[in-house]
Each structure stands twice: as structure tokens, then as C-alpha cells.
């Protein structure tokens, strides 16, 4: 894994933000009622779907046009192209913000929806690390 140190450092602190916020958000929901209890689903569910999407658009679209290594280039010289690091930065925030935005949801609201949208995005971050790029 010879990636720049910053890449590495973002992606680290980015992801150990995510997971926090998203242990913070279950195990403080197990605590304190939800702020939105009107027994409605819509406000949940378009949260979940929101968070959802914006998952699937980074993971499925995004992140498969960030270009492969050139068979002779080096790591370090893939990482130090700017339009390769920029795409990578694109899928981990994306990733990043659809956890976010589903756990917000699972706060204001307690509902297993954006719970399982903020669990898969938390996974999904993890899964799509510096090393998944420029092999």
C-alpha cells in the first residue's frame, strides 16, 4: 500500500468520523426517545431512500470509472494524479455523506430504515479503502 500519506490520513479519519457518529447514533437511540414520533414512516423512508441512492450512485457508478493503473505506472505516480485522487475522494465522500445523512434519519427518527442504510454505508466505506485502488 504505497498510496500518498494524506489519502491514507483522509480516508482514515473520514471512516473512524463515520463509524463513531454511527455508534454514537445506535447506542444513543437505545437511550433518548426519538425526536420525530408521529408513527408516520414517510420521513424515515425518504431519508433511507435518499441515503440509499447517493450510496449506489458512488459505489456503482462513481467508483467504477475511477481508472485503473497503466500497466507499467508506479503506485505513487497513480496516487499523484489528480483526476484518479479526485474520483477517489468523490466515492469516499459520497459514501461518507450517505452515512451521515442515513444516520441523522435513524436519530431524529428510531427507525430500523435508516439504521440499516447508515450500517451498509459504514461497511461500504470500509470495503472501498486505498488499497481497493491502483492495483
Known amino acids: 500500500m504505497?498510496?500518498?500519506?494524506?489519502?491514507?490520513?483522509?480516508?482514515?479519519?473520514?471512516?473512524?468520523?463515520?463509524t463513531l457518529v454511527a455508534v454514537v447514533f445506535l447506542v444513543g437511540r437505545m437511550i433518548w426517545p426519538a425526536l420525530i414520533t408521529d408513527g408516520d414512516d414517510a420521513v424515515p423512508l425518504a431519508v433511507s431512500g435518499i441515503g440509499l441512492l447517493i450510496l449506489c450512485v458512488a459505489q456503482l457508478?462513481?467508483?467504477?470509472?475511477?481508472?485503473?493503473?497503466?500497466?507499467?505506472?508506479?503506485?505513487?505516480a497513480y496516487?499523484?494524479?489528480?483526476?484518479?485522487?479526485?474520483?477517489?475522494?468523490?466515492?469516499?465522500?459520497?459514501?461518507?455523506?450517505?452515512?451521515?445523512?442515513?444516520?441523522a434519519g435513524y436519530?431524529?427518527?428510531?427507525?430500523?430504515?435508516?439504521?440499516?442504510?447508515?450500517?451498509?454505508?459504514?461497511?461500504a466505506y470500509w470495503v472501498s479503502g486505498p488499497d481497493k485502488f491502483g492495483r
Do not use: D
Open 79 to 103: 496516487w499523484a494524479t489528480s483526476a484518479i485522487t479526485a474520483q477517489i475522494l468523490r466515492v469516499w465522500f459520497m459514501t461518507e455523506g450517505a452515512g451521515l445523512m442515513a444516520g
Open 107 to 123: 436519530w431524529a427518527t428510531g427507525h430500523i430504515a435508516p439504521a440499516a442504510v447508515m450500517i451498509i454505508a459504514v461497511c
Open 2 to 18: 504505497a498510496q500518498t500519506p494524506n489519502a491514507v490520513t483522509l480516508y482514515r479519519l473520514l471512516g473512524s468520523g463515520l
Open 61 to 76: 457508478f462513481v467508483r467504477p470509472r475511477v481508472p485503473a493503473r497503466r500497466p507499467g505506472q508506479t503506485v505513487e
